[in-house]
């Protein structure tokens, strides 16, 4: 076994403890109700928001493929720049939303004596921060590449 195998192997057996601990954490409260919450959770996600964001990509690449001149600025292709920002927000959005909604405002406050207040706000300023790195991440790789072009042989 290489080393970096045993990195691997020492990463995998750790995500399985974190995930075995979270898991006895679950089932220590209402065994039916995580369930419940599990499946629900799995079914919502496979039967609506999947077909949801891959029926929106899908229907990027297709505008982008019919219009070659659109899926590229300088050369770059940005589709992923757009991607990236929007599946971390929307994840961020997914975990958080029933603060972020303020639908469990009360049993947020009533377990730690904070208001939900902030929630809507900092998700919207990280989405914020998320497209902007992304943004100036794009803009620097087209001023490489245009840089690039410019000194010849």
Do not use: C, K
């Not at 990509?57 to 590229?72: E, K, Y």
């Not at 991607?83 to 029933?98: D, E, F, I």
Request: net charge positive; hydrophobic share 55%; aromatic share 8%.
């Amino acid at each position: 076994m290489t080393r970096r195998e045993g990195v691997q192997l020492l990463a995998l057996l750790a995500s399985f403890v974190v995930a075995g601990y979270a898991g006895v954490r679950l089932l220590t409260g209402s065994v039916i109700g995580t369930g419940t919450w599990f499946v629900g959770s799995a079914v919502v996600h496979d039967l609506v928001l999947f077909p949801l964001y891959a029926g929106i990509d899908a229907a990027l690449v297709v505008l982008l493929h019919r219009r070659p001149g659109l899926a590229t600025v300088a050369g770059v292709r940005w589709l992923n720049y757009l991607r990236v920002p929007a599946m971390v927000a929307g994840l961020l959005l997914l975990v958080w939303s029933p603060l972020i909604l303020r639908v469990s405002e009360g049993t947020y406050h009533a377990a730690s004596g904070l208001s939900a207040q902030p929630f809507l706000g900092r998700w919207i300023a990280v989405t914020a921060v998320l497209f902007a790195i992304s943004a100036a991440t794009l803009a620097a790789r087209v001023a490489t590449r245009r840089g690039s072009q410019r000194v010849g042989p």
